[in-house]
């Protein structure tokens, strides 16, 4: 009993000679903690400002405690004349609204940086399906695929790829122009049309100078490219062929049905272009593509507007098929032009163009067209029509792959590029000089001097020129005597 008595007074004796509390003392760097239990023998509840450092008063401002935290009323108040830094207070209301105003700050600069990424990423996304859809960019890659037929078939045996990539690249750069000059011309006969109502310019999500000024500049720019990396021959067909898809068969599609055929013209031209800018030249052999491309385009185009009849009049297009109330006339021009492209594998076999297997697969190729052409002339429903078309899609890619598959060696293009050169025909004239002046051992002192100067052997035999292994040898002309 006296010693819980004693304990009392000796708790009370210590706890008063220890001055007022802190938490009554505002200019104290103490802080109180919570009161120990009457057990465990009371500790000094003071720390000095000097032992937490600097970090102490920047503690408040970081807003890390929670309101219910005891240290976070006094752990950031220094005490007078220790660790205080001059023209500053920490923990003042002055210092807190900085500071949340630095992080403030720095969350608006990050979310506006978020938003301008996310603004510029759906821009890209918009006008890039826009320029996608102007262009025609699965017609414009169909040809193109025409266009690198035709250059591989006027290269020789080695096919440059640098100059194959840059007439490809002009090529697709060339048709988009055209199609998105198509599409300006013919904006307000697009918004009639179900199949066409979605395009960029009807649906509003570009604008007709938008899509003007980008038809122009690409136009250029897939010219100029043609013009220096390919010749101004292929460049002057690119160019020919925008004028008169843009200029001349757009407009004719709202005033005669001629402009199915004009359109077939066009669709030739690019197989053209291709062969001039592999070989710099227009020969009879570069004419079976173009002739294939365009009888190929009257049955497809012929069962196209058959079967969108009810759209091309709301249109306004004046296609073949409007005259034509029984489909008849229609159907015979689709039989007769798939007719036209019978020989054009005797053609391409006569010319040097391709081994004698492209004419029997040729020709099964263009009867099963034509049987297809043939039944829509006995029955003209829509179901028949719509299989002549898809045997038509069917026909170009399988043709076009069999030409390249057999093709041989463009002669002419290889004769063009092993003409002698100058050093040759210096070395030539003094051979023939020595020979004349009894000289008979100056073949060899040639030989023998200059190593260049040498007999033209033939080729190997045994094997074509890498990367075409599959390709038949050159065939070796010796020079006449």
């Known amino acids: 009993m006296w010693r819980g008595t004693a ?26 903690l919570p009161c120990p239990p009457p057990w465990i023998p009371p500790c000094s509840t003071s720390f000095d400002h000097g032992f937490l450092g600097r970090g102490a008063e920047l503690l408040p401002a970081s807003r890390i405690h929670s309101p219910a935290d005891p240290w976070k009323l006094w752990l950031g108040r220094p005490a007078e004349g220790v660790g205080e830094a001059p023209g500053f207070s920490a923990g003042s209301p002055a210092e807190a609204a900085a500071a949340a105003a630095v992080l403030g700050s720095g969350g608006t600069a990050w979310s506006s940086i978020s938003q301008k990424a996310r603004d510029a990423s759906d821009a890209l996304h918009h006008y890039g399906r826009c320029y996608w859809e102007l262009s025609k960019a699965r017609l ?8 690198g037929a ?16 840059c007439t490809c690249t002009g090529t697709m750069m060339v048709a988009a122009s055209a199609n998105s000059l198509n599409q300006v011309f013919e904006v307000q006969n697009d918004a009639k049309m179900k199949r066409t109502r979605q395009r960029p310019l009807p649906s509003g999500r570009l604008t007709v100078p938008h899509a003007a000024i980008w038809a122009s500049s ?31 068969y757009t407009p004719l599609k709202q005033i005669h049905p001629v402009n199915t055929w004009v359109g077939a013209v066009v669709g030739a031209i690019p197989p053209l272009l291709g062969w001039t800018a592999a070989s710099g030249d227009i020969s009879l052999n570069a004419m079976i593509l173009p002739a294939a491309l365009y009888f190929w385009q009257l049955p497809h185009f012929m069962a196209l507007a058959y079967l969108c009849r009810s759209d091309y009049i709301a249109g306004g297009f004046r296609m073949f098929s409007f005259a034509d109330a029984s489909g008849r006339r229609t159907a015979l021009v689709s039989f007769r032009n798939c007719l036209y492209l019978l020989p054009l594998g005797i053609l391409a076999y006569d010319c040097g163009l391709t081994s004698k297997w492209f004419t029997l697969e040729s020709s099964l190729l263009t009867l ?10 006995r029955e003209r429903t829509a179901k028949n029509a719509r299989r002549m078309f898809h045997a038509s899609l069917l026909y170009l890619p399988v043709f076009m792959s069999g030409l390249l598959l057999h093709r041989l060696p463009n002669e002419q293009h290889e004769h063009t590029t ?6 040759d025909e210096v070395f030539s ?3 023939v000089d020595g020979d004349e002046n009894g000289n008979s051992d100056s073949s060899w002192n040639c030989q023998t001097k200059f190593p260049t100067c040498v007999e033209a052997r033939p080729p190997v035999a045994y094997a074509s020129i890498a990367p075409f292994p599959f390709l038949p040898a050159p065939l070796y002309i010796s020079p006449d005597p």
Request: charged share 10%; net charge neutral; aromatic share 8%.
């Open 7 to 32: 304990a009392r007074s000796l708790s009370s004796r210590l706890l008063s000679s220890r001055g007022p509390s802190p938490s009554s003392n505002p200019s104290s760097v103490a802080f109180s």
């Open 140 to 147: 414009s890659m169909l040809v193109v695929a025409t266009s």
């Open 150 to 165: 035709g250059y591989v078939l006027g290269s020789g045996n080695v096919i440059d790829f640098d100059g194959l990539c």
């Open 218 to 248: 690409i136009g250029i720019a897939g010219t100029t490219l043609l013009a220096s990396k390919a010749n101004y021959l292929a460049a002057g067909l690119a160019a020919s062929n925008l004028v008169l898809y843009a200029f001349l």
């Open 368 to 377: 099963s067209m034509s049987i297809a052409a043939l039944l829509f002339v």
């Open 418 to 423: 092993t003409e002698p050169s100058m050093v």
């Open 429 to 431: 004239e003094s051979q």
